[in-house]
């Protein structure tokens, strides 16, 4: 069994978990995690967790404040049920709008909006995930929530289709930005390509595909190589190394005087990463122990 992290560039057509199960089964581990959701026509960065590695999800989110980066494409006159091309059309105008309009609106959607999730998505509404109350016809009221939109641009038009690229907060969906511009000028519309390029300090420098590992895998070849370590995505967060003596004492929940000063910490022992920490009044006390 392996412990640590796998930044996945991830297909389209396949859902989050399916992708993050694949994963772990290659590595022979049943423990795992990711950061993020993608719908499953969506692709790029998705930060997959196994073993201890899972621990430590909970602390990368913390210290990176959520924020995604998504490039994404948009055709304008109709709007599907999922509000992305893979669903099914619920209404058409054919009404297109010009680049200056679209210039004009995306700047209304920077910084805090209140954002209506598609009512295709994996959010609880009134007990249930809201995708399957809709695929059962079931109307519900989606609840608005606040998301930080940091910057939106427009990239033009290819022939096809309307390119955009956001960076976002954790909790925004792309496809709700797609419905909203096109409101604003007047139109409908539905996203025809996601894609996520950064996510919680994840780029796509270390990402490798799903393709690439099964087949390595299924030639027999070492995958362990891909495996990035436990402490991946910590770097912002002061280290601290202790003694054998101290390591054990910190395992066992103990706390310890050390001379530092108050503050969330990385826990060594050598080049072994043992945990996280806080620091309070001179006391290391643990946090969560590898």
Request: glycine share 10%; net charge positive.
């Amino acid at each position: 069994m392996s412990s640590g992290w796998i930044i996945l560039d991830k297909p389209t057509g396949v859902f989050s978990r399916t992708a993050g199960a694949r994963v772990a089964r290659m590595f022979g581990e049943k423990k795992f995690g990711h950061i993020g959701t993608l719908d499953p026509m969506a692709t790029g960065i998705l930060p997959i967790a196994l073993g201890d590695a899972t621990k430590m999800i909970p602390f990368v989110q913390e210290i990176n404040d959520g924020e995604k980066e998504y490039l994404f494409s948009v055709q304008f006159g109709f709007e599907t049920d999922t509000l992305d091309t893979t669903g099914r059309e619920i209404a058409r105008n054919n009404i297109i709008p010009s680049d200056n309009q679209i210039r004009a609106v995306i700047s209304e959607l920077v910084g805090d909006i209140i954002q209506i999730p598609p009512k295709y998505s994996a959010i609880h509404v009134q007990g249930q995930r809201a995708y399957r109350a809709a695929r059962d016809g079931i109307e519900i009221e989606m609840p608005g929530r606040q998301v930080h939109i940091f910057d939106i641009k427009y990239n033009g038009f290819n022939g096809t289709d309307w390119l955009f690229s956001v960076r976002c907060s954790t909790g925004t969906y792309v496809r709700s930005i797609a419905r909203d511009i096109a409101k604003k000028c007047n139109t409908i519309a539905s996203v025809s390509m996601i894609r996520r390029v950064y996510t919680n300090g994840f780029g796509l420098k270390n990402a490798t595909t799903l393709d690439f590992l099964e087949n390595l895998y299924n030639n027999g070849a070492d995958i362990k190589r891909f495996l990035m370590p436990l402490d991946l995505g910590l770097g912002d967060i002061p280290v601290l190394n202790l003694d054998d003596k101290d390591t054990q004492l910190y395992k066992n929940g103990g706390f310890i005087t050390v001379a530092a000063l108050d503050s969330m910490v990385r826990v060594y022992n050598g080049s072994d990463f043992v945990g996280i920490g806080v620091v309070k009044d001179k006391q290391l006390r643990p946090r969560r122990t590898i």
